[in-house]
């Protein structure tokens, strides 16, 4: 155990010198990180960019902020980068001790509801508006900060910081499998990329599909819905021939005619796939409209049907796949995405799952589904719970770290999330902020994936405190 000591009164006066010297200028690049729509683009993928020209440039200009603050930076060929920032060498090791920081650059598609320009930073209300600057370029932008702060403050950290940029969570994480395969890991490591306190724990993490086969002569020309496969679609659509029928508004569905067509647009409330609850699901409302006008064959009906129990109930209960336990609570289960191409129609869902039931479970479940609607089930991808022990060093430093920041009389209590974050793929990781669990935000404002993504400016500055004294805690327990 490292022993480093540190003049508490006057680090805190020296971070509340750093806010005010810097704020603006936090901002500023959070700006500049969210007017680059850094979104997975794989049909634009080229050497150097292997997730599409957005992540690529999102990780150049990040790379050249840290080099810009004294950080030794480098770019693992686009698919991940590193910034180091070199402490005092720890005594009892013959290597430079490191603890890695890890935040992601790509986000997922704007989408539609947007009442802000997506990839442009607003300020309002003492909020930050745009896609990323919650998920995750602002908490980034702090904590690369907080690295900063470090640099030029005495006593050096006594360990080599090291801040990994990924460019791939919201899709497959095939960043960090890229870098894992050349690097060893850290110490340990924290992603701000969740809610303080600390999350030591998350769910399971489930996507699958249900497909129809190629359907001819269909009165549905196309039909589509949801932009990410983790965030719940807030706009869904439906082209129908015009064969006499007559079609009207509804809650929540708008009909408008298109040439020889009708066209049938659902609106609903985007949010994030581990949160369901918080959002309205526009396909869950389209498949509904149009089996209550009887629209498509009955191979189509039916599986519109099968939608329409993917979309009733966001614990899965109306599927048969409900469960609970103490550690990571209820499951939740959303269909996000749905797409018709060369007349076969594909659907996916997302469930995030405690550790009390499995993969295995929900896909056998899925399956008796799929062949009673005339469906075929594919597991897209899985990624089992994840949990270090709460009572670990690791935690309780961190911990007091965002008490200290937030200036809170209780400790809080660390707890469990049904996000996904680069946290569970390495052996000894947590994710820490920057949002709060339960912190409301104006009506205007909107939640990660999202419209009109936001975040509070004291947020920020709180996670700015928070990762400065986690670093300060890490140095006594690594």
């Known amino acids: 155990m490292a022993d480093f000591c540190i003049n508490e009164r006057k680090l805190a006066f020296q971070l509340r010198k750093f806010i005010d010297r810097n704020w603006e200028s936090m901002l500023d690049e959070v700006a500049a990180l969210v007017a680059i729509p850094s979104y997975a683009e794989p049909d634009k993928a080229a050497p150097g ?138 110490l340990f490591l924290f992603t701000p990329d969740a809610a303080f306190p600390v999350a030591y724990g998350e769910a399971g993490i489930l996507s699958a599909s249900f497909a129809l086969p190629a359907q001819t002569g269909s009165v549905v020309q196309s039909i589509e819905a949801g932009v990410a496969s ?111 191409e060369d007349n076969a129609l594909k659907a996916y869902v997302d469930v995030r799952y405690p550790s009390s039931t499995n993969a295995e479970a929900i896909s056998k479940t899925f399956e008796a589904l799929a062949e009673k609607f005339g469906a075929h089930f594919t597991l897209e991808q899985n990624k089992n719970p994840y949990r270090i022990d709460p009572d670990s060093p690791y935690v309780k430093a961190l911990n007091d770290a965002y008490k200290k920041a937030a200036e809170l009389e209780d400790t809080p209590k660390p707890f469990t999330i049904k996000g996904g974050t680069y946290a569970r793929k390495f052996p000894r990781a947590v994710s820490f902020g920057a949002e709060v669990e339960g912190e409301a935000l104006p009506e205007w404002a909107g939640t990660m994936h999202g419209a009109n993504e936001a975040i509070s400016e004291e947020s920020l500055k709180r996670a700015f405190k928070a990762y400065v004294y986690g670093l300060c805690n890490l140095g006594s327990v690594v």
């Open 49 to 186: 960019a292997p997730f599409g020209p957005g992540p690529a440039r999102a990780l150049d200009y990040v790379l050249k902020l840290a080099y810009k603050f004294g950080m030794e930076p480098h770019n693992c060929n686009g698919y991940i980068g590193y910034a180091d920032l070199y402490g005092a060498q720890a005594e009892d090791s013959f290597h430079t001790k490191e603890v890695g920081i890890i935040a992601h650059l790509d986000v997922v598609p704007a989408g539609s509801g947007w009442d802000f320009p997506p990839y442009e930073m607003t300020r309002k209300e003492g909020y930050l508006v745009g896609r990323g600057v919650a998920d995750d370029k602002g908490p980034l932008v702090m904590a690369l900060f907080a690295m900063k702060f470090w640099r030029e403050f005495t006593p050096t950290l006594p360990f080599r910081t090291r801040f990994i940029f990924g460019c791939d969570e919201e899709t497959k994480m095939r960043d960090v499998d890229y870098y894992r395969k050349r690097f060893s890991d850290p």
């Open 230 to 340: 983790n965030a719940v679609p807030a706009s869904a659509c439906a082209r129908v021939l015009d064969l006499g029928q007559e079609f009207e508004a509804a809650e929540g569905i708008s009909v408008t005619r298109d040439g020889g067509c009708f066209l049938i647009q659902a609106q609903g409330k985007s949010a994030h796939a581990s949160q369901p609850e918080q959002g309205v699901n526009a396909l869950g409302i389209l498949v509904r409209y149009l089996l209550d006008n009887e629209v498509g064959s009955k191979a189509e009906s039916a599986f519109f049907e099968l939608i329409e129990k993917l979309t009733e109930s966001t614990d899965g209960a109306a599927v048969g796949i409900a469960a609970s336990d103490e550690s990571f609570g209820s499951l939740v289960s959303s269909a996000t995405l749905l797409r018709k």
